[in-house]
């Protein structure tokens, strides 16, 4: 059943889609050559690097944010299923309870 759940479409990414891990050696190494070429790491470079981290943690927060949101919606739409096959079962008459309920 969780299969069938969808996520909601959120905004875009304040990341460009051309941005990548800098985990390879190709993409250490012209970091490296951009380095030696500026003469170093500058204070611009340090300050990008904070930007970057800080947009990270931002976007860590919202994604956890959603993920509380999200599994609150599936705690209350599992609720309103179990009210639902209640409901139904009382109207088919396959339930136990004698007694007429409104559902």
């Known amino acids: 059943m ?3 759940i969808t996520r909601k479409k959120s905004e ?3 990341f460009p889609a051309f941005l990548k891990a800098s985990s390879s050696s190709d993409d250490h190494q012209d970091h490296h050559h951009h380095q030696i070429m500026n003469g170093g790491s500058s204070a611009v470079d340090e300050e990008s690097t904070n930007v ?3 947009t990270l943690m931002e ?3 919202n994604l956890r944010r959603e993920k509380v949101e999200l599994q609150t919606q599936i705690a209350q739409f599992k609720d309103l299923q179990i009210k639902l ?3 139904i ?3 088919t ?3 136990d309870h004698k007694e007429t309920r409104l559902c």
């Open 59 to 61: 976007e860590n927060q």
């Open 93 to 95: 008459g396959t339930s």
């Open 85 to 87: 096959l209640d409901c």
């Open 2 to 4: 969780l299969m069938e």
């Open 89 to 91: 079962a009382q109207h």
């Open 12 to 14: 875009p990414s304040v």
């Open 52 to 54: 970057h981290r800080q």
